[in-house]
């Protein structure tokens, strides 16, 4: 099967370059060993290798000799591993000694030493429109993040087309499906981390059920602030006894599983009587999940287009978080007591920042632009770096700038 090419593939040489040992985490599909493979010169197949339980027991640093970068793939299946592979590079004391591959996070014992100095992390997630061929590539975040003005031809759009790219999601493994297969590849993946997989992470037997009613609340709720009381309460109307607390463990057992991911508040200090909103929004790793929880067709995307506004929404984030990995960017949300809201901040460790607004329809566009001057008005006097671009991301139309000075610029024609 052929390779696609992965924003990874550039991060991880990277990486390689200045610390001993790379681990690539992710959630399961998203590509994380064929990526690894490329750069890798051996492998240890940990999760199908029979050989390596008997190699545990006598010596597991023999599972470590090998051409390097040397994978060893589904190093979770195992944990202990982790410090042998620690040890061996303060042994070696080369770069690029290891690629450590996982989609799940094990329990923190097998990690109480953190591998500072000789580990570095990357988190993969599956691709993005541009990796996908969905994407023309005319307009390029880290020129946007410079403060450069985006041009592109008109998008051609389709809201049926969205939906059918939505319901399929960035899985490498779904290249060459059609919508059908897709949405049978969500409801299989939602089945498996409700029957298995988040058992496999949890210190306690999880309820499958209720498990699978807290992945369709998600779905529901993707995109929003729903807080973990809400979240609860629609468990447990289906389910009986259910609250806050196991809500919130069940969660962090899907965030080490890699499949959801809370999107943060953005934590400025702002010189306002304007409070600002902490709680984080929901999303999952792919929107393609959200389709799969709720076992939606396209037929009946397209009679809620509120709800695939928000998928969109969640589409948007996920590739603003693949694509600020470049530039080192981390995303976040922004809302204050006053009701103001801006979907997206991308804000980098040298403190550049820019704010993006994600609408579905160019109709949308003046009024989200107004948010974003809003907002770039309020951080002024308290942020010491103006905004690198302020952003409407859409569905349709073309690339430019506005007189005001906002830039807007469809979703599929961003790349890295």
Same mark, same amino acid.
């Given at each position: 099967?052929?390779?696609?090419?992965?924003?990874?593939?550039?991060? #991880?040489?990277?990486?390689?370059?200045?610390?001993?040992?790379?681990?690539?985490?992710?959630?399961?599909?998203?590509?994380?060993?064929?990526?690894?493979?490329?750069?890798?010169?051996?492998?240890?197949?940990?999760?199908?290798?029979?050989?390596?339980?008997?190699?545990?027991?006598?010596?597991?640093?023999?599972?470590?000799?090998?051409?390097?970068?040397?994978?060893?793939?589904?190093?979770?299946?195992?944990?202990?591993?982790?410090?042998?592979?620690?040890?061996?590079?303060?042994?070696?004391?080369?770069?690029?000694?290891?690629?450590?591959?996982?989609?799940?996070?094990?329990?923190?014992?097998?990690?109480?030493?953190?591998?500072?100095?000789?580990?570095?992390?990357?988190?993969?997630?599956?691709?993005?429109?541009?990796?996908?061929?969905?994407?023309?590539?005319?307009?390029?975040?880290?020129?946007?993040?410079?403060?450069?003005?985006?041009?592109?031809?008109?998008?051609?759009?389709?809201?049926?087309?969205?939906?059918?790219?939505?319901?399929?999601?960035?899985?490498?493994?779904?290249?060459?499906?059609?919508?059908?297969?897709?949405?049978?590849?969500?409801?299989?993946?939602?089945?498996?981390?409700?029957?298995?997989?988040?058992?496999?992470?949890?210190?306690?037997?999880?309820?499958?059920?209720?498990?699978?009613?807290?992945?369709?609340?998600?779905?529901?709720?993707?995109?929003?602030?729903?807080?973990?009381?809400?979240?609860?309460?629609?468990?447990?109307?289906?389910?009986?006894?259910?609250?806050?607390?196991?809500?919130?463990?069940? #969660?962090?057992?899907?965030?080490?599983?890699?499949?959801?991911?809370?999107?943060?508040?953005?934590?400025?200090?702002?010189?306002?009587?304007?409070?600002?909103?902490?709680?984080?929004?929901?999303?999952?790793?792919?929107?393609?999940?959200?389709?799969?929880?709720?076992?939606?067709?396209?037929?009946?995307?397209?009679?809620?287009?509120?709800?695939?506004?928000?998928?969109?929404?969640?589409?948007?984030?996920?590739?603003?978080?693949?694509?600020?990995?470049?530039?080192?960017?981390?995303?976040?949300?922004?809302?204050?007591?006053?009701?103001?809201?801006?979907?997206?901040?991308?804000?980098?460790?040298?403190?550049?920042?820019?704010?993006?607004?994600?609408?579905?329809?160019?109709?949308?566009?003046?009024?989200?632009?107004?948010?974003?001057?809003?907002?770039?008005?309020?951080?002024?006097?308290?942020?010491?770096?103006?905004?690198?671009?302020?952003?409407?991301?859409?569905?349709?139309?073309?690339?430019?700038?506005?007189?005001?000075?906002?830039?807007?610029?469809?979703?599929?024609?961003?790349?890295?």
């Amino acid at each position: 099967m052929k390779y696609h090419l992965r924003f990874m593939d550039k991060s #991880l040489k990277k990486r390689l370059r200045s610390f001993g040992a790379v681990l690539i985490e992710g959630t399961k599909g998203c590509g994380k060993t064929e990526t690894a493979k490329q750069a890798a010169e051996s492998v240890a197949r940990l999760d199908v290798d029979e050989n390596i339980r008997i190699q545990m027991e006598i010596d597991p640093s023999n599972i470590l000799q090998g051409a390097t970068p040397r994978l060893i793939d589904e190093w979770p299946e195992y944990p202990q591993i982790w410090n042998y592979i620690r040890h061996e590079v303060d042994e070696r004391q080369k770069k690029g000694q290891f690629i450590l591959t996982g989609s799940a996070t094990p329990n923190d014992k097998f990690r109480r030493h953190s591998g500072a100095g000789r580990f570095s992390i990357l988190t993969m997630r599956p691709m993005s429109l541009f990796e996908r061929g969905w994407s023309t590539g005319e307009v390029s975040l880290t020129e946007l993040m410079r403060g450069l003005p985006p041009c592109s031809e008109n998008v051609d759009f389709d809201l049926g087309e969205l939906a059918e790219k939505i319901s399929l999601g960035g899985w490498p493994g779904l290249i060459r499906e059609r919508n059908v297969s897709g949405r049978q590849f969500a409801k299989d993946y939602i089945s498996l981390i409700a029957e298995v997989d988040l058992n496999r992470v949890s210190e306690k037997r999880r309820d499958p059920n209720k498990i699978k009613r807290l992945l369709q609340s998600l779905a529901r709720n993707i995109s929003t602030e729903a807080t973990i009381t809400s979240l609860t309460k629609d468990v447990r109307g289906y389910t009986g006894s259910f609250n806050d607390e196991t809500a919130a463990q069940y #969660l962090e057992n899907l965030e080490r599983l890699k499949v959801y991911e809370k999107l943060p508040a953005w934590n400025i200090q702002i010189r306002s009587a304007a409070s600002l909103r902490k709680s984080p929004k929901h999303h999952f790793v792919d929107p393609s999940l959200a389709v799969g929880a709720l076992d939606l067709s396209v037929d009946k995307l397209l009679a809620d287009l509120k709800y695939l506004g928000l998928l969109f929404k969640s589409l948007a984030i996920r590739d603003l978080r693949i694509l600020s990995e470049s530039i080192g960017g981390d995303v976040f949300h922004y809302r204050d007591s006053t009701g103001l809201e801006v979907d997206a901040i991308i804000e980098c460790g040298d403190g550049t920042w820019g704010a993006f607004e994600i609408k579905l329809g160019m109709g949308s566009v003046p009024e989200a632009a107004k948010n974003l001057l809003k907002l770039a008005d309020k951080v002024k006097s308290d942020h010491p770096k103006n905004p690198a671009t302020l952003t409407v991301i859409t569905g349709n139309g073309f690339a430019h700038s506005r007189k005001d000075g906002v830039n807007v610029a469809p979703l599929s024609t961003l790349t890295e």
